[in-house]
């Protein structure tokens, strides 16, 4: 609502209409009516107001007066009151705004919301001065008593207001706000000592020490003149330590020769922590080189002006862990402290830091952890002291506030964005000192990420890496990684010995190892990256003390999820710790464990269970690798068998399709000396049958539709020479769908049906209901739709009475293709949405792109083009990631669709045009049909009605043209002839029908090139 009355009265009275002052009232009195009326907000009897306003007149002229007043005040704002013959008072729902009344709903807000600070710089904003300040009516006693009232409760309330805002400012270390509030409190009341106090505090934090003490005289003076007594102890003991803190002779920080990038977030966080009173001790905890004694250089140089005594770095770095008081005296040697030697150490350390405000900076001090047990002692007798300590493990102190140090962020793609401070950026940064001329061409930008991702964006270790820039190039640093530790040195004489290769770093951790930590860690090595807690302790025989260990000496990242992780380059090193037999003798274990794992989930596969298990497997991928190709180079035959069934087909649902090439290509290369001479029943030779099954089915959906027909043959006939039902049931299927592919859509029925009595034959509900699947989905393009809705409701009954999500996807969403294809876009949607959380939950991204295409084609038909478009474009981005040709053809064509409906013709062109071509060069026959079909929509829409005809027209006569492209084409066909040239047509019935699918997109493109 728009505020047309305000009415100002802290500070003064000033009362604005459409925020023009007011001015031509009669009287002051008026002016106090309208305030005393606005402030109370409440109905006023007429008798009461004439009493408090005029008490010193009779009742009839005081009434008089009252009329005379009320007169006045509706010729300027009427709206804004509500008279009647016995009561005045201010409308309740006019839109009017009062000062003092926001002032204390803004108090009000502080007292209970979160946010109290806001509301507490509101309410000081809107104190401008006292209530009514400068402003009196005449005659009017009990008003005047009303005002004083007013005005003292108000000024307190705003004095505390000020003061618990200033003490905010100065806790958060905002000290030039400190001072502005600090400031309004003393205009208020120049009396009060604690205002002088935080003013006194906030300069000498800012560095504003002599001003400080500028203050403190100002406030005695004024409190001998005033008052004739001296300030208070306490305000006295401030001003000695200020005038102390100036005469104090502090030892610099050291000085960084780089500068800190990528940790303002940690910066900011300690920053807090070291700004709350609460909080007196924090760690940065991380691995050697991870720059925690970089950053601990930054948070001293930003926040040693908030300390009197400023911030008194320490490097424990050359302190012997033999010495038992090495730490205390590195800090002796720090502060400057002379020693008397008739007294113990500890307490001469505590006198000297009792009275001062100051921060101890800690430097290194893993080795040193055990005898800083003095630390809780100067915490406890200095109020104002704290500690801010760098370590490769926690202290375990009281009150420790621990800070982890990790890792830069890296870029994602090695050709794309590099993430704000990331590592990439310490690299150049280091790279231009090394190298003035650093160039930063785009290959170099690629190697760069690889170097960073190969050192796990270990600052210390870019930093090593970049100082080479000068000798050799991105390329062939990121080799020498790759090939060697060791190659991570320098010999600049600007870092500490033991940060000077990282291999150094790396000794000094394992030194510091108990030799169970140094067991466990080297062990822990065969994992290649992140690990659960169960498969260090079966694998490894670590149990969770041990692990809790090595994380607190920031050896092991703990995940969020409870995984542990090394450090890659920790992990490389940890490796180089262990023998040869024992190595061989851990991944072993470590092949044997997850082969186990793998076979145990086959029960569950085809459950609810199955998207844990997808999850579970993503999170082990890398040991999955792992597992795979161990067991590959020692020929452990059964850890294969064991593993293969859910192996293959969490690649498969992952959309994995070209690593899942690979693994089975290498798989079966290895296997087939061994399998191929051996007996029809030997269980390597069906374990090679297996593998090619699979990698046929990897090339059948990865786009290599020609070599999964012959692998796909060549498993069929062994699984047939064993009476495998359930392998034969997986190959016939694959098989089918390569015949549907292939646009032989009888003998893919023939294969179909084949499969499911296969399945029946094993038992395998899971099976059956695939095969339903393939059946209804093929049943949908051939246009038999009541058979489709048989076997899919058969399949999606079987499905959800078994709990099987992951066939449940496929034959929900082919479920919903036949209502689509019914014409019922509203059970059609319902079903997609059905099977999208699934995809979604199990990572099936394949499944997921399929829904977004069937719900793009579901808003094509109802009209939304946009939706459509955004639809399509989501499914063809993720299969063009997961390179699947086929799906992307099919959903470009539909997307052809749609930019015809939107009159994009030449986009439309274009599209058509790179289908074509890629249908032919990758033989995927089954989309060629579409494509033509799809020629006669762009041809019809431009009017070139014999080019139409001549599409569909073909569509139409041959039988691997979609029985819903051909059922809309015989509508359309009458028009056309009518439009078109009855003799091109004649010609076209009798040409059309000779030509092969190939020679009319050859046709196709032709066309469409002078397409204009």
């Known amino acids: 609502m728009t505020v047309d009355l305000e009415i100002r009265l802290l500070g003064g009275l000033q009362i604005l209409h459409a925020q023009t002052p007011l001015t031509d009232f009669m009287s002051n009195k008026v002016r106090a009516l309208l305030a005393y009326l606005a402030v109370t907000r409440r109905p006023h009897q007429r008798d009461a107001l004439a009493a408090l306003f005029w008490g010193e007149m ?9 009329r005379q007043a009320l007169s006045n005040l509706r010729k300027h704002i009427d709206p804004f009151l509500l008279v009647t013959r016995d009561s005045v008072e201010v409308n309740p729902v006019a839109p009017l705004r009062v000062d003092c009344v926001d002032f204390l709903a803004a108090l009000q807000s502080a007292a209970t919301d979160v946010d109290a600070v806001a509301h507490l710089q509101r309410a000081a904003a809107l104190y401008q001065g006292d209530f009514l300040a400068g402003f009196s009516v005449r005659d009017a006693p009990d008003f005047e008593e009303w005002v004083l009232l007013q005005r003292t409760h108000l000024r307190e309330l705003a004095l505390q207001a000020l003061h618990t805002l200033t003490n905010h400012h100065l806790h958060r270390g905002d000290y030039a706000a400190a001072i502005e509030s600090a400031g309004q409190l003393l205009t208020l009341d120049n009396w009060r000592e604690e205002a002088h106090q935080q003013l006194m505090l906030a300069l000498a934090r800012s560095g504003q020490r002599a001003a400080a003490i500028q203050q403190y005289e100002a406030c005695r003076r004024l409190l001998k003149t005033e008052l004739d007594v001296e300030p208070s102890a306490e305000l006295r003991a401030l001003a000695t330590r200020i005038r102390d803190a100036l005469r104090e002779d502090r030892p610099a920080l050291p000085t960084p020769v780089t500068p800190l990038v990528g940790r303002s977030h940690e910066l900011a966080r300690v920053l807090r922590r070291l700004a709350d009173p609460g909080c007196r001790l924090v760690t940065l905890t991380g691995p050697g080189g991870m720059g925690k004694t970089r950053l601990a250089l930054e948070i001293a140089a930003a926040i040693q002006p908030r300390f009197l005594n400023g911030v008194c770095f320490t490097s424990l770095t050359a302190v012997d862990a033999a010495q038992a008081d090495g730490a205390l005296l590195a800090l002796v040697d720090a502060l400057r402290l002379p020693l008397s030697g008739g007294r113990a150490l500890l307490p001469q350390v505590i006198d000297h830091l009792h009275p001062r405000e100051m921060l101890v900076v800690l430097d290194a001090a893993e080795h040193l952890v055990d005898q800083l047990g003095w630390i809780d002692d100067a915490l406890r007798q200095a109020p104002d002291l704290k500690f801010l300590v760098t370590s490769q493990e926690r202290l375990n102190l009281d009150g420790e506030w621990v800070v982890g140090v990790e890792s830069l962020p890296l870029s994602t793609a090695p050709d794309g964005d590099w993430p704000d401070g990331g590592a990439e950026h310490l690299f150049v940064a280091e790279a231009q000192r090394a190298h ?19 050192v796990d964006g270990l600052p210390l270790g870019i930093v090593l890496a970049a100082a080479w820039t000068h000798v050799l190039s991105c390329a062939e640093i990121a080799a020498e990684i790759a090939a060697n530790l060791d190659f991570l040195s320098s010999s600049r004489r600007d870092m500490p010995p033991r940060q000077r290769s990282l291999r150094a770093v790396f000794d000094y951790a394992w030194r510091l190892l108990p030799a169970a930590e140094q067991s466990a860690f080297a062990a822990l090595s065969v994992f290649p990256s992140s690990f659960s807690r169960e498969a260090a302790q079966e694998i490894v025989a670590v149990k969770t003390p041990l692990l809790a260990a090595l994380v607190a000496r920031s050896l092991l990242r703990r995940q969020e999820e409870g995984r542990f992780e090394l450090h890659q380059l920790l992990r490389q090193y940890a490796a180089q710790q262990l023998e040869a037999d024992r190595h061989a003798e851990l991944a072993d274990r470590h092949a044997a464990y997850f082969a186990r794992w793998l076979h145990r989930q086959e029960a569950h596969i085809y459950t609810p269970q199955c998207t844990a298990i997808f999850v579970e497997m993503a999170r082990d991928h890398d040991n999955l690798r792992t597992y795979w190709q161990w067991s590959l180079s020692r020929g452990q035959w059964d850890l294969l068998a064991q593993g293969l069934i859910t192996f293959r087909l969490f690649y498969s649902d992952q959309g994995r399709y070209t690593e899942g090439i690979s693994w089975m290509e290498q798989t079966a290369a290895v296997l087939a000396p061994v399998a191929e001479p051996a007996a029809e029943d030997d269980p390597v030779r069906r374990l090679w049958g297996r593998v090619l099954a699979r990698w046929g089915a990897f090339c059948l959906w990865g786009g290599e539709t020609a070599q999964a027909g012959d692998l796909l043959a060549r498993a069929r006939a062994i699984a047939q020479a064993v009476d495998d039902h359930a392998e034969l049931g997986f190959t016939l299927l694959n098989l089918g769908n390569f015949h549907v592919l292939a646009g032989e859509l009888a003998e893919a029925d023939a294969i179909f049906n084949e499969a499911l009595r296969n399945y029946r034959a094993a038992d395998k509900s899971w099976g059956v209901a695939d095969a339903l699947s393939a ?4 049943a949908n393009t051939t246009g038999d739709l009541a058979r489709a809705r048989g076997y899919l409701e058969e399949s999606v009954a079987l499905g959800r ?17 036949v209502f689509y294809l019914s014409g019922d876009p509203v059970q059609a949607r319902a079903h997609y949405l059905d099977a999208l959380p699934l995809c979604q939950r199990a990572g ?3 499944a997921e792109a399929i829904l977004f295409c069937n719900l793009g084609s579901l808003a094509y038909e109802q009209g939304d083009l946009s939706e459509a478009e955004s639809m399509f474009q989501q499914g063809i981005a993720i299969f063009d990631q997961l390179r699947t040709i086929h799906h992307m053809l099919h959903a470009m064509t539909s997307l052809v669709e749609v930019h015809i409906a939107q009159g994009r013709y030449e986009l439309a062109s274009s599209e058509l045009i790179w289908a074509s071509q890629t249908a032919m060069s990758e033989q995927i026959h089954y989309i060629k049909p579409m494509i033509l079909y799809e020629a006669g929509l762009l041809y019809r829409a431009c009017h070139r009605y014999e080019n139409a005809f001549k599409f569909f027209h073909w569509v139409l006569a041959h039988p691997t043209g979609l029985a819903e492209h051909k059922e809309k ?3 359309w066909l009458p028009a056309l002839e009518v439009e078109a040239d009855a003799a091109a047509i004649a010609q076209l019935h009798t040409e059309i029908q000779a030509l092969s699918v190939e020679e009319m997109l050859a046709r196709l493109e032709a066309d469409l090139r002078d397409f204009r």
């Open 775 to 778: 059946l209804g989905a093929l």
């Open 436 to 454: 003035a001329d650093f160039n930063m061409a785009d290959d170099n930008r690629r190697h760069i990420s690889r170097i960073c991702r190969l």
């Open 58 to 66: 009779s009742d009839a002229d005081a009434k008089n007066n009252l």
């Open 801 to 817: 009475r078994i709990g099987d999500e992951r066939g449940l996807r496929s034959s929900l969403t082919n479920l919903g293709n």
């Open 844 to 846: 099936d991204r394949s």
């Open 969 to 971: 084409i015989e509508q």
